[in-house]
């Protein structure tokens, strides 16, 4: 085994940076029970595209996405007591319902043009405020108006109130009006208003006020005091009065950017998203022995991780001959880095500044030289205090997987990597050379340059989670079908589900587009990734890592749900960790099972057949022998369903 040699030039950059993500036209934002927040992305209304749902944990982590790409310039979403979302399509002058899977439930669509807000009521009903036709109507389940106040001039928000009154923000004649059940205004406000969009009803009995072309937020008295403002915003949508006391705001700050904010009594931020952790780059210098190049590297962290909390880790593997100085430019490694892993990437042995200033500028299109240099970085890692080295990751990008792949052929001891997340990576030399319109100068007869380069030969040997990201059509022109990414699904998937690889579990897409450890055909392909999705291949990629990385999560692409072990299913397997040769695995049936119990090896090889056969009800106990020292995976299948679990031996 090469030693491990490490030049640290540069620890740590003093200036914190921030995640690039960009939430566009905000709607409406909500502090859920369980303490995320809903935020409505109205996206890019010159293009009308890029709507989203996002929900986010405290952290700022994304822990479920609505993308279906049905939506446009969407203004309000609000979470039901069922889990469902009811949304303000407002570009299709609709209302929706869906649930969590992301299909639609319910919707509303007669005669409203412009819907901006849409609540959901006790009593079942649905509060919608129609900004072009210059009302609030009810309407209950079955599309029916119970109730309508039409004296209005383009109005935003509408709430209902305890006593039943309706406060609505009348935004172009600059007023906030409180209507009761008859239609008579029983409240109002309009001093020095300029195109109110919120209005609520505190508990204190003042009333909280978005006063957007002001740039404020205000709360004001039944008598039209002012008694608490923050104004350092540009263009307030929506504010509210959380429990704690403190006010969530959804605030465009400049150019079509927005941002949620929370902040307390004395005006502080205490909470936003995005930034919701600042991140910190950490320059390193790795020195690749095959090559004799120094490696430049950078590691993103967020600032909350530490030794005593470690984060996953995602190597990002550029495509073509590109640089991991791409990642800083794009700011996709912030965005990454915020939402919750140590992400890290570099400059292969002869690009960008891994040149030894210039020294060393030899090209290895992926082959064994850089796989090493890659392998050096792995390394490297799991002395990295901030990191869980049981979770490192590839994140590929096109030709980047046969990099990656390589490395996870020909280095199967210790350290481990757990997942390949694969973006539209080739299989083989004919859609890489240079003769079939690739980047690679080599004929594809030179056989002995190509069985360095093959992505589809290393995933046969390569023993990791791996998804595949593909859309309907490639981001390369010169492939015109999908048949190198049915290659690589083939590849990796184990022998066990018809496949010729020993990964424990593969999938392309999203796991309601495709069942997980499937082998496919040009006749019979997965469901691919609509091109006109691919705009939110980002929130998709988020989602995906944190699948992959075993964070909990919701949904995944389109807003659907992922499928993700709990106690729903028929049987729990629980984690093990052991340091003596004997282990005794409890597994609790809550209904009988024909199931397979075996221990794999490092490399994938079956290192013992526990029980295969026909188990009842109940609880089991069964003793394992692990001989020496080393990383298992402990798995159970039942017949399509396959759960593993990974096992650390230390005698």
Request: proline share 5%; glycine share 8%.
């Amino acid at each position: 085994m090469k030693i491990l040699i490490i030049i640290l030039l540069l620890c740590i950059l003093s200036i914190p940076l921030f995640s690039h993500v960009e939430i566009n036209h905000i709607g409406t934002s909500q502090r859920l029970t369980n303490g995320n927040t809903l935020i409505c992305d109205g996206g890019l209304f010159s293009y009308h595209s890029g709507s989203k749902i996002l929900e986010v944990d405290p952290r700022g982590s994304l822990v479920w996405v609505y993308i279906k790409g049905d939506i446009v310039f969407p203004h309000s979403a609000q979470k039901l007591a069922n889990g469902n979302i009811l949304i303000s399509d407002t570009g299709h002058d609709r209302i929706i319902e869906v649930d969590r899977h992301g299909s639609i439930v319910w919707t509303y669509d007669t005669n409203i043009n412009v819907p901006n807000d849409a609540d959901r009521l006790s009593n079942g009903n649905t509060l919608i405020t129609v900004k072009r036709d210059d009302k609030v109507i009810e309407v209950n389940p079955s599309g029916t108006v119970v109730w309508s106040y039409t004296q209005l001039n383009r109005p935003h928000n509408a709430d209902r109130l305890s006593n039943g009154n309706t406060m609505i923000s009348n935004s172009d004649d600059n007023e906030v009006l409180e209507v009761d059940s008859l239609g008579n205004i029983v409240w109002s406000f309009s001093t020095g208003l300029d195109w109110p969009r919120d209005a609520d009803r505190l508990a204190n009995g003042n009333t909280l006020i978005s006063d957007s072309h002001n740039g404020r937020v205000i709360e004001v008295t039944p008598g039209g005091t002012i008694v608490w403002s923050y104004t350092v915003l540009n263009s307030p949508y929506e504010a509210d009065r959380l429990s704690n006391g403190n006010t969530l705001i959804s605030d465009i700050i400049l150019m079509g950017v927005s941002q949620v904010l929370e902040v307390d009594s004395s005006g502080t931020i205490v909470w936003r998203y995005p930034e919701t952790v600042p991140t910190v780059v950490d320059t390193v210098w790795i020195y690749n022995p095959s090559s004799g190049c120094t490696l430049f590297v950078n590691i993103h962290r967020p600032t909350d991780a530490t030794p005593a909390n470690p984060f996953p880790g995602v190597i990002m593997i550029p495509g073509g001959n590109e640089t991991g100085i791409t990642y800083d430019t794009t700011g996709l490694a912030n965005r990454i880095a915020d939402d919750g892993f140590i992400c890290v990437h570099f400059d292969p042995d002869g690009r960008g500044n891994s040149t030894n200033n210039g020294t060393y500028t030899i090209e290895d299109y992926c082959g064994y030289i850089q796989q090493d240099g890659l392998w050096e970085i792995v390394r490297y890692l799991y002395t990295y205090p901030y990191i869980d080295t049981t979770s490192i990751g590839f994140f590929t990008e096109s030709y980047g997987v046969t990099m990656a792949s390589g490395v996870l052929s020909r280095h199967t001891n210790d350290p481990y990597i757990k997942f390949l997340l694969d973006w539209e990576g080739p299989s083989d030399r004919y859609q890489t050379c240079l003769d079939s319109g690739g980047h690679v100068p080599v004929p594809p007869d030179s056989q002995s340059f190509w069985i360095e380069r093959e992505a589809a030969l290393f995933m046969k040997s390569a023993n990791v989670y791996y998804l595949r990201v593909q859309s309907t059509t490639d981001h390369n022109p010169n492939i015109t079908d999908n048949s190198h990414a049915i290659a690589l699904i083939d590849s990796g998937t184990a022998t066990t589900y018809g496949g010729s690889g020993i990964c424990p579990w593969t999938r392309v897409n999203d796991s309601l587009m495709n069942i997980p450890n499937t082998i496919y055909t040009i006749g019979s392909p997965p469901e691919w990734i609509l091109d006109t999705l691919e705009l939110y291949d980002e929130e998709r990629h988020l989602i995906f890592l944190h699948e992959l990385a075993s964070k909990p999560v919701v949904s995944v692409e389109e807003g659907k749900d992922e499928e993700i072990p709990d106690l729903s299913h028929p049987f729990f397997l629980p984690s093990i960790v052991r340091s003596k040769e004997n282990t005794e695995l409890r597994l609790s049936l809550t209904a009988s099972q024909d199931l397979t119990l075996q221990v794999y090896d490092v490399c994938g090889r079956v290192s013992q057949n526990i029980f295969k056969g026909y188990l009842p009800e109940g609880d089991h106990r069964f003793s394992i022998n692990f001989p020496q020292s080393g990383i298992y995976f402990l798995t159970l299948k039942r017949g399509t369903l396959l759960i593993s679990e990974k096992v650390i031996v230390l005698h």
